[in-house]
C-alpha cells in the first residue's frame, strides 16, 4: 500500500504528505478540508488513514461508512483529552438526507457572554484615542 501512495524510496520512517503522489495528496487534502478536522500535525499521514486512501485509489479492499465513522467514534470515546468528532461533516450529511434533521433544526445554545474589552479583568486598562487603543496590564 506504501508503495502504491508514496514516491520510490520515501515511504519508510516519518511518512511526510510531500513525498504523496499526486492523487493521493489530492484526495488526502480533500479529506483533511471536508472529512476529517484536524487541528495540528497537516504534515504527515498517520496510519489510520494509509488504506482508506489505498482504497480510494486503487477501489479495494473496500470500506464500509459504518465501519469507518464507528470505527473514528471509538476512538475519539477512548482517547484522553480528544474533543473532536471526526466524519462530522458526512454524519450530518447523513442526518440531513434522512431527515432526521431539517433545516429549521437548531443545535443545543451555548451559554455565552459577549467579549467586552472594558471589562477584561482586574489589572487591566483600556484607553482608547482617536488614533490608538491602548490595553495594559498590572504586573501580568
Keep these: 500500500m506504501l508503495a502504491a501512495m508514496f514516491l520510490p524510496g520515501t515511504f519508510s ?13 489530492l484526495l488526502l487534502t480533500i479529506c483533511i478540508l471536508n472529512v476529517i478536522p484536524r487541528r495540528g500535525d497537516k504534515q504527515e499521514v498517520r496510519y489510520p488513514e494509509i488504506p482508506v486512501l489505498y482504497s480510494l485509489l486503487h477501489g479495494s479492499p473496500r470500506f464500509p461508512i459504518r465501519y469507518l465513522i464507528m470505527n473514528h467514534l471509538w476512538i475519539c470515546r477512548n482517547k484522553v483529552g480528544r474533543s473532536i468528532i471526526l466524519y462530522c461533516r458526512i454524519i450530518t450529511g ?14 443545543a445554545g451555548k451559554r455565552h457572554k459577549p467579549f467586552d474589552i472594558q471589562r477584561m479583568g482586574i489589572g487591566c486598562t483600556y484607553d482608547q484615542s482617536e488614533r490608538y487603543h491602548k490595553l495594559k496590564s498590572e504586573g501580568q
Design 13 to 25: 520512517g516519518t511518512l511526510y504528505r510531500r513525498n504523496l503522489k499526486i492523487e493521493a495528496k
Design 94 to 107: 447523513l442526518l440531513k438526507q434522512f431527515k432526521a434533521i431539517t433545516s429549521e433544526d437548531k443545535g
